[in-house]
């Protein structure tokens, strides 16, 4: 049965319902599109650009509710930042010991980056108090990962569950440096703890189990500070206390957003994207290799270094492979995991319609995310029909049988409510989406650019 294409976004009390369905006869994907900024960079650039001596400017601003989060913050901490959008931003930065107490709570909202970079920065703050909290979400996930390292550097901070969970109070402190070992490959604790170094005299170090993205080290460089990195033993240093400079940052567009397209491009038969001027740092690609390794056919062209990011433009196209199913299952753990932590949703999505059992592990992180990445995908996942089961660390799905529409929740989860999406394009009959609000969080344009290149 053939039903026509719908998308359509529904306004139900604060919440907003996404109904979908495969595109129509004779419709597919096609066409050229960008995504919106890298979210990543946009809270380094917001934060170290309020941090800086000088005019910083911003290029292609993530305009999402989390970098906006961040803005707030620090726009309440003195830092003068100029209107959001996407073409230019301004900050006037204070200065490395200008940041004032604010006379409120600061809010992060759902932003787990803005509260555990903001947290070693604010730790640094000597003889300045500061309260932080965030949307139940945020309340509920882990914040010990940062706050033990930060005391073990002196810092004051308190919470519940021994600090473990905001709201949190910061009693700013004189820090001493330390050479952390983190137990877990994250660039939320490296660049809280690099943060924190940034203000404190002599050399801190992180050292990670698996490396995890470096934006914070390229952009602290790029800002003057004076940063090591040893790729050998997986280690990062920050000299301090440092002075950083105002700087012109040039936003890539976020991978992460690109990779909804990118599994859409090959699951839906005959579609054909483009995806231009896409952020393609190496510790941020594992989605590539993982879909290159289901058999997805994805091309980059102009390859390109923007403002100390490398940048490409992403084509996908679907392998129109006959009776069997367009992908085929691979394993996806160890080292890689890291580098695709946020894509697993839409890799899940990818699985589901792979030829065999795609087994996903050593990705236990994803429990702790903006919420239990592996429960809700596999309770989706299996509303429409596809075997799935969870691990304690990871996904089992076995894919290459046809969907079915469902009802489904994103759990206020942006990336769980886009995973979905592209699940419900490629799935037989209408599905919908609750809470779909949440997609505002990282990708406010997501379900007009969806209705653009449905051609
Ligand atoms: C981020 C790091 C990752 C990622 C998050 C953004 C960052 O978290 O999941 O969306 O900007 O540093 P972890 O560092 O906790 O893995």
Not at 58 to 69: A, K, T, V, W, Y
Not at 245 to 262: H, M, T, Y
Not at 369 to 384: C, N
Not at 428 to 440: F, K, M
Request: charged share 20%; glycine share 10%; net charge negative.
């Amino acid at each position: 049965m053939v039903y026509p294409t719908i998308i359509s976004l529904h306004h139900n009390e604060s919440q907003q319902v996404l109904t979908l369905a495969p595109p129509a006869e004779g419709l597919t994907l096609r066409g050229q599109i960008r995504v919106p900024g890298d979210k990543s960079i946009s809270h380094r650039a917001l934060m170290l650009g309020a941090l800086a001596h000088g005019v910083t400017t911003i290029h292609g601003l993530l305009l999402g509710e989390d970098p906006r989060s961040t803005a707030r913050c620090f726009a309440a901490m003195g830092a003068e930042v100029s209107e959001l959008n996407s073409e230019q931003v301004t900050i006037k930065g204070i200065g490395a010991s200008g940041l004032q107490e604010p006379v409120d709570i600061l809010d992060a909202g759902n932003s787990g980056t803005t509260l555990r970079l903001m947290l070693g920065i604010l730790a640094a703050q000597s003889g300045r108090f500061f309260a932080i909290t965030g949307d139940s979400s945020l309340r509920s996930r882990p914040m010990s990962r940062a706050v033990t390292p930060l005391r073990q550097m002196g810092a004051g901070i308190w919470g519940r569950k021994d600090g473990s969970l905001a709201p949190l109070a910061v009693q700013g402190q004189t820090l001493h440096p330390l050479h952390y070992y983190s137990p877990i490959a994250s660039a939320q604790v490296k660049s809280c703890i690099l943060l924190a170094g940034l203000f404190t005299e002599g050399k801190t170090t992180v050292t990670e189990p698996a490396l995890s993205r470096d934006h914070s080290e390229r952009m602290l460089r790029a800002f003057g500070a004076n940063i090591e990195v040893d790729l050998e033993t997986r280690s990062a240093s920050i000299l301090g206390p440092a002075q950083l400079q105002g700087q012109a940052v040039v936003v890539p567009g976020d991978i992460s957003s690109a990779a909804f397209w990118l599994v859409a491009g090959a699951i839906i038969p005959g579609a054909d994207l483009t995806i231009e001027n896409v952020g393609v740092n190496p510790t941020r690609t594992g989605v590539l290799e993982a879909l290159a390794a289901m058999g997805a056919d994805i091309t980059r062209a102009n390859e390109r270094e923007v403002a100390g990011e490398p940048v490409a433009d992403l084509r996908v196209r679907y392998s129109d492979r006959g009776d069997r199913p367009p992908l085929h299952a691979c394993e996806i753990g160890g080292d890689l995991i890291p580098r695709l932590i946020d894509e697993i949703p839409i890799l899940a999505v990818a699985a589901a319609f792979a030829q065999g059992t795609t087994i996903i592990r050593d990705a236990a992180e994803l429990r702790v995310k903006e919420s239990d990445r592996i429960a809700v995908m596999a309770a989706q996942l299996s509303q429409m029909g596809v075997a799935v089961s969870e691990r304690a660390d990871g996904l089992e799905i076995t894919g290459g049988h046809p969907l079915k529409g469902a009802t489904l929740d994103s759990y206020t989860d942006h990336r769980i409510a886009m995973s979905l999406a592209i699940a419900a394009l490629a799935a037989q009959g209408v599905t919908t989406i609750q809470r779909a609000e949440a997609v505002a969080i990282s990708y406010p344009s997501f379900v007009p650019t969806l209705t653009s290149i449905l051609q």
